[in-house]
C-alpha cells in the first residue's frame, strides 16, 4: 500500500502513477461544456459592464473595453476555480488540475495557465486580423485550429495540453462528485 506525498499545505497531493492525463475525448467534452457553461458569465459580465457603462447600443465604441474586462473576468473565474482544483465543467467530467508535482495550483500558477490557455485561440485570431473573411470562414480556420492545438497533446510526453507545460501545470483524472458514495 503505497502512501501519497502531502504539500506544504497539508493536503494529500495524488500519487505519481495517478498523475496520468484523462482521454483526450474526455478533455474536449469538458472544454465544450466549460464553453457552454461560459454563455452565462459572459451573460452577466456583459450586462454589468453595459449597466455600469450606461451602454445605449450594440454599436458602440466601447466593444475593445468590453473584451478588454471580459479578459480580466474570465481570468478572475480560471484562477480561483483553477487554484481550488476544478471548475463546475471539469467536476462534472472528473478532470482536476494540478501542477507538475500533482499539489494544487497557487493563484500564480492559475493565473499562468490562464494566460497561456489563449493559445487555443490567440493564433488564429492573428492569423484572421489582416483577412476579410466571412464568418464561416473565420468559425472553420478557428475550430481548425482548436482541432490541431487538441491534437498536438498526442506528441507531449504525457500527453497533457501543451498551454499546461508551458505553464507548469497538468490535468489529471478526479472522482466526479457522487461516484463511490454509499447512501
Known sequence: MSQQPIDPG?????APENLQAPPLARRMACWVYEGMLLFAVVFIAGWLFSTLGQVRSGMDSRRHLLQAFLFVIFGIYFGWFWSRGQTLAMKTWGIRVVDRDGRPLTQGRALLRYLCSWLWFLPALMALG???LAVGEMVVLIAGW???WALLSRFHPQRQFWHDALAGTRLVGARPVGVGMRS
Request: aromatic share 0%.
Open 10 to 14: 497539508g493536503a494529500a497531493a495524488p
Open 130 to 132: 489582416p483577412m476579410h
Open 146 to 148: 482548436v482541432a490541431m
